[in-house]
């Protein structure tokens, strides 16, 4: 039952909006494919590796074909025909000659365009069944060790190094941390490939590769199996390559990926258009691998007033719902993210605070909830940082927050060490284990401030969604609607690499996804 007293009839309205606003986008990505959704078809049929430059062979090949025959029908006809006409053994021999100017690629037709789905549909499927045994064993794991009970406690563990992530990654598990979030290397999101290997140099994180999502992978399981219940493994899949990082983190069972629809765009300047198209294929994979996603509307409130963007939040995770639910995602996945960042100066600070976050939870019933600690008024003042952080963990388990991402007393000075990470641990697991039930006895009145803020921001949600339905999502972006900062359709990084389908498109990837939904 509500605490609210929402209007159900608003509620109704504003996700109507919300699917309005977000139609032209879907069909926009329905049309257009881009480079790294190709890529991402020959990384799940299993071309993986790099050449001798470190440049890895899925972008040999979808460049070769693209200077070629273009990519307007899709990587697979082109690549699979050269491989059943030129009899290679595999694919990666293929975008060896193909790099090396050895293979002419074309379009087949008849009864060889036939030939050449045939052998990519089989080598795609091979790849989606894999994923579909890495979840399949999640679930048997969860089964037989045991799933934490929320709110699972959220740890960033970034050393640069995936050798010195695991050790730090699993002590964290051991003093109580619930999932690992191995934050990617500074820069890695502008990059327009995925680095191979494991590495151990990385600036302000560690970068996500397939060997080093196994690795974590390896390890987190060993100490699931020694603590008795099932630890989280995340990571990004956000940025150029956000459709082969989701690909690769089926592939190795990772359990959540950061992947939000407009985050790569406001905060790290990449296309809009691009990334639309690039969310809505990386989150049919993560639907297959039962990937729950984190979006990232808590960063809007870092560059914008956390209370007069309020509505702006509520406004993003509503489209971050519909264009999921498109997607294929179902809401246990839908892990939308909000944030506790007012300025502890503002007068009755937490309870704008609790409206928040229980307004969220009353939109959003059945998602397993993120929410963000304080970042933007920590000042260094560590005593007072580690009381800010008491309330916003105070406040998670009021509101019944499914994920709480532990708050850093040091965030402010410095790259927080293991002590600072293992005295936050003690301070959620005390407001936790202290209050973890008050939320059943917390009641707003009817009518007082709680209440009233929540329907007043529900309220602007649905005005500024009626003028994102008229004007467009994509000019809303454009200016500045959502973090204030504007990102034109026709700007940033990565609209080379957008391609609108021909009417022949084929993605073998895309056909299974959809039929799977």
């Known amino acids: 039952m509500s605490k609210l007293n929402l209007d159900p009839a608003l509620v109704r309205q504003a996700r109507e909006l919300a699917t309005a606003a977000g139609e032209p986008i879907v069909r926009l990505a329905r049309t257009h494919t881009t480079v790294s959704v190709e890529r991402a078809v020959l990384r799940l049929a299993g071309l993986d590796g790099a050449d001798e430059d470190g440049m890895p062979w899925v972008n040999r090949l979808a460049d ?3 200077e070629t025959t273009g990519l307007e029908h899709g990587v697979a006809l082109p690549a699979w025909d050269a491989m059943v006409t030129g009899n290679y053994p595999d694919l990666r021999t293929l ?7 050895k293979v002419q690629f074309r379009l087949p037709g008849g009864e060889e365009r036939e030939t050449a ?11 989606l069944n894999t994923i579909d045994e ?3 064993e999640r679930d048997r794991l969860l089964a037989s060790i045991g799933d934490p009970p929320k709110p699972w406690i959220y740890l960033i563990v970034a050393t640069g190094d995936i050798y010195e992530d695991i050790p730090q990654a699993q002590a964290a598990a051991r003093e109580g941390a619930d999932i690992i979030a ?12 995925v680095p191979e290997g494991a590495t151990r140099e990385g600036y302000a994180g560690t970068y996500a590769t397939r060997e080093n999502f196994r690795l974590m992978r390896a390890a987190l399981d060993e100490t699931s199996r020694e603590l008795g219940r099932y630890v989280r493994l995340t990571n990004y899949a956000s940025g150029l390559c956000m459709p082969e990082i989701a690909a690769l983190a089926g592939l190795e069972r990772l359990d959540m990926m950061l992947n939000d629809c407009m985050y790569g765009i406001i905060f790290r300047d990449i296309n809009p258009i691009r990334t639309f198209i690039d969310q809505r294929f990386s989150r049919q994979v993560h639907a297959r691998a039962g990937i729950i996603i984190n979006t990232g509307e808590d960063n809007y409130l870092t560059t914008a007033d956390a209370v007069d963007a309020a509505h702006t939040v509520v406004v993003s995770q509503l489209l971050n719902e ?10 246990k996945l839908l892990g939308l993210g909000h944030a506790f960042e007012i ?3 503002v007068p009755d600070s937490f309870l704008l605070e609790l409206a928040h976050a229980l307004l969220i939870r009353e939109l959003f019933p059945d998602a397993p909830l993120k929410y963000m600690p304080p970042t933007k008024h920590m000042t260094g003042n560590v005593f007072a940082g580690y009381l800010l952080d008491a309330f916003f963990n105070l406040c998670g388990v009021m509101t019944d927050q499914s994920i709480i991402l532990i708050g850093m007393m040091t965030e402010g ?11 936050a641990l003690e301070n959620v697991r005390y407001v936790r284990d202290a209050a973890g039930r008050l939320g059943e006895s917390f009641v707003p009145a009817p009518d007082g401030f709680v209440a009233e803020r929540a329907r007043r921001v529900l309220g602007e949600s649905i005005d500024l969604l009626k003028k994102i339905g008229a004007d467009g999502l994509l000019t809303a972006i454009g200016e500045g609607t959502f973090g204030v900062t504007r990102r034109p359709a026709d700007g940033g990084r990565g609209l080379d690499g957008v391609i609108e389908r021909a009417d022949e498109y084929w993605n073998p990837a895309i056909s299974e996804l959809e039929a799977s939904q």
Request: glycine letters at 10%; zero cysteines.
């Open 64 to 66: 070769a074909i693209r």
């Open 95 to 101: 975008a060896m000659d193909a790099a090396a100017g």
């Open 117 to 127: 789905r045939r052998a990519a549909g089989r080598f795609v499927e091979k790849g």
């Open 134 to 136: 890495r979840r399949g």
């Open 182 to 193: 191995v934050i990617r290397s500074t820069g890695q999101s502008l990059l327009d490939y």
């Open 322 to 331: 519909y264009f999921a639910h498109e997607a294929g995602l179902p809401d």
């Open 343 to 345: 300025n502890p100066a």
């Open 413 to 423: 000075i410095h790259t927080p060490f293991l002590s600072d990470r293992d005295l």
